[in-house]
């Protein structure tokens, strides 16, 4: 069941790049990185090419590095994800060419082609995939220095850009400059958005109960320390636990429903490693 959620989240997350790179990208080209960025400018420079032929030579090249590089289950996913934008774009254009923009207002069209891109590359980055190209390029980088995946994908996608300006003039070689910045920045907000947990303190003198639930129901664990209340100089327990978000309402409410005096401090984070969270 697993498995599955995860390929349903790949497919919507590729599925999102397809329509922003296809609708909205390749139209008006502009080129904010990545093979699509790629496709856009040569598919203007050589007619006989289709974008969508161009994106599917490039990947396969690109997923050979990413084997050798990062390892067999994040290529399985990719190449899946890689297949699908691929074929979702060559069936585009079949059923709907496009010839040129849908609006005549670039700045909306550079919204949505921030949008649907950054969501659904975070959506893949997540799920330990991505949708093959850059990306691929971006996550090597990633693994071997110290830049998050925001800045990485800025790097890798600032060199294809430049082209632009070339290819197709002024006007569109900026409006695919701001697209860049803008889509660096949305992915690394919406990659630490879906990555985010609570991390709690609870300061409570029922802590037996509390561990309880949080142990039998939760499937978690916790660390209980010693506390003394510097105003009563009563006795007190802090239980120290993480949990997803989702996980977060029902805790509050349990620990409230047990001990009502209690002090609970939560945060929210996106770095949580260990048992049941990630590793390394």
Same mark, same amino acid.
């Given at each position: 069941?697993?498995?599955?959620?995860?390929?349903?989240?790949?497919?919507?997350?590729?599925?999102?790049?397809?329509?922003?790179?296809?609708?909205?990208?390749?139209?008006?080209?502009?080129?904010?990185?990545?093979?699509?960025?790629?496709?856009?400018?040569?598919?203007?420079?050589?007619?006989? +090419?289709?974008?969508?032929?161009?994106?599917?030579?490039?990947?396969?090249?690109?997923?050979?590095?990413?084997?050798?590089?990062?390892?067999?289950?994040? +290529?399985?996913?990719?190449?899946?994800?890689?297949?699908?934008?691929?074929?979702?774009?060559? +069936?585009? =254009?079949?059923?709907?060419?496009?010839?040129?923009?849908?609006?005549?207002?670039?700045?909306?069209?550079?919204?949505?082609? &921030?949008?649907?891109?950054?969501?659904?590359?975070?959506?893949?980055?997540? *799920?330990?995939?991505?949708?093959?190209?850059?990306?691929?390029?971006?996550?090597?980088?990633?693994?071997?220095?110290?830049?998050?995946?925001?800045?990485?994908?800025?790097?890798?996608?600032?060199?294809?850009?430049?082209?632009?300006?070339?290819?197709?003039?002024?006007?569109?070689?900026?409006?695919?400059?701001?697209?860049?910045?803008?889509?660096?920045?949305?992915?690394?907000?919406?990659? =630490?958005?879906?990555?985010? *947990?609570?991390?709690?303190? &609870?300061?409570?003198?029922?802590?037996?109960? &509390? *561990?309880?639930?949080?142990?039998?129901?939760?499937?978690?664990?916790?660390? +209980?320390?010693?506390?003394?209340?510097?105003? $009563?100089?009563?006795?007190?327990?802090?239980?120290?636990?993480? *949990?997803?978000?989702?996980?977060?309402?029902?805790?509050?409410?349990?620990?409230? =429903?047990?001990?009502?005096?209690?002090?609970?401090?939560?945060?929210? $984070?996106?770095?949580?490693?260990?048992?049941?969270?990630?590793?390394?």
């Amino acid at each position: 069941m697993q498995t599955i959620m995860k390929y349903l989240k790949i497919t919507i997350g590729t599925l999102m790049i397809t329509f922003g790179v296809y609708l909205f990208k390749i139209p008006n080209g502009f080129s904010t990185g990545g093979v699509s960025g790629i496709a856009t400018v040569l598919g203007k420079a050589i007619s006989s +090419v289709t974008p969508g032929m161009l994106i599917t030579i490039i990947n396969l090249l690109l997923l050979i590095i990413g084997l050798l590089f990062l390892g067999t289950s994040f +290529v399985v996913y990719t190449a899946y994800s890689s297949i699908l934008f691929s074929l979702s774009m060559w +069936v585009l =254009e079949i059923l709907l060419p496009i010839t040129k923009p849908l609006t005549d207002q670039p700045l909306l069209e550079l919204a949505y082609a &921030i949008l649907l891109t950054a969501f659904g590359s975070a959506i893949l980055f997540h *799920c330990n995939a991505s949708s093959g190209g850059t990306d691929i390029v971006a996550l090597i980088l990633k693994k071997y220095t110290k830049l998050d995946v925001g800045k990485t994908l800025l790097i890798t996608d600032f060199l294809i850009t430049i082209p632009t300006f070339i290819v197709f003039d002024l006007k569109a070689g900026l409006f695919s400059l701001l697209g860049l910045f803008a889509k660096a920045f949305v992915v690394d907000s919406v990659v =630490e958005s879906l990555d985010m *947990c609570k991390s709690f303190m &609870i300061i409570t003198t029922k802590p037996d109960e &509390i *561990c309880k639930y949080i142990i039998s129901d939760m499937n978690h664990s916790a660390t +209980v320390v010693d506390a003394t209340g510097a105003y $009563t100089s009563e006795d007190k327990k802090v239980i120290m636990t993480v *949990c997803k978000r989702i996980e977060a309402v029902r805790l509050k409410r349990k620990v409230n =429903e047990i001990d009502p005096g209690a002090f609970v401090i939560a945060n929210n $984070t996106t770095e949580i490693i260990g048992r049941g969270f990630r590793s390394v």
